[in-house]
């Protein structure tokens, strides 16, 4: 079935150093990734998102690639402060109706002051 | 008006109670969902409605009863709930394009409703 993969499951970084993401996802179907940030006790909050026809975007200090031959997609943070601190999910969608999206396990980033 | 609310924020309930977690939005998205989410995991898809119609049912157990009364509404009816149940019960919607090149959209998520079953 679908599946979406993510590592590292815990990244530890200093601030101002930057953070990397990977997922991989199963489905080569699958033609949106959203990646989602949840801080502690808060609800999941979407941050950036690529589409299938598109390799790169940024948004300020975050960014995402993807490869779709490899079905591999990064999110890159760069200059991390302490509020980066939070789980952070790559998730994966196709286009069916009511868009089912698979979630990657998240990773836990601690950025140290 | 760009959120979904969730009601109530917290629930503890007996395994023979029933009753309904509530979640509405006036943004004008089509498509709805319910997730349930356990600590330190990631959410975990229960339903989806698109156009107020049943369109996913990840194999939830009857004891859960999804209903979407009008596009800006969605309910969770809960009987008979087991005390592993005790979760995060998320609700999410988002535009629903279906078959347009537009592709899919993200995710508004509400706070949750905090479940315990005892």
């Known amino acids: 079935g679908e599946n979406v993969e993510q590592h590292p499951s815990t990244l530890s970084v200093q601030e101002g150093d930057s953070a990397v993401i990977k997922c991989t996802y199963s489905?080569?179907?699958?033609?949106?990734f959203p990646w989602y940030k949840q801080e502690l006790g808060k609800r999941p909050q979407l941050i950036i998102d690529?589409?299938?026809?598109?390799g790169e975007k940024k948004d300020q200090r975050i960014a995402v690639t993807l490869n779709k031959t490899a079905k591999h997609f990064s999110l890159h943070i760069t200059e991390t402060q302490p509020e980066d601190s939070a789980v952070y999910f790559c998730a994966a969608s196709r286009n069916t109706g009511g868009f089912k999206t698979i979630f990657g396990a998240g990773t836990r980033l601690f950025v140290k002051a | 008006d760009t959120e979904v609310t969730q009601t109530p924020k917290h629930l503890v309930m007996g395994m023979t109670n029933k009753k309904s977690l509530k979640c509405e939005q006036h943004m004008g998205h089509r498509a709805m969902y319910w997730y349930k989410q356990k600590a330190k995991k990631p959410p975990e898809l229960m339903f989806v409605?698109?156009?107020?119609?049943?369109?996913i049912n990840e194999s939830v157990p009857s004891r859960f009863s999804p209903e979407c009364p009008n596009s800006s509404l969605l309910n969770l009816h809960l009987h008979a709930l087991q005390p592993e149940d005790s979760a995060l019960y998320l609700c999410?919607?988002?535009?629903?394009?279906?078959?347009?090149?537009?592709?899919?959209?993200?995710?508004?998520f509400g706070s949750g409703t905090r479940l315990t079953v005892v």
């Open positions: 489905d080569s179907a699958s033609n949106y």
């Open positions: 690529i589409r299938s026809n598109v």
């Open positions: 409605y698109s156009y107020e119609k049943l369109s």
């Open positions: 999410a919607s988002s535009q629903d394009r279906t078959g347009s090149n537009q592709g899919n959209y993200g995710y508004t």
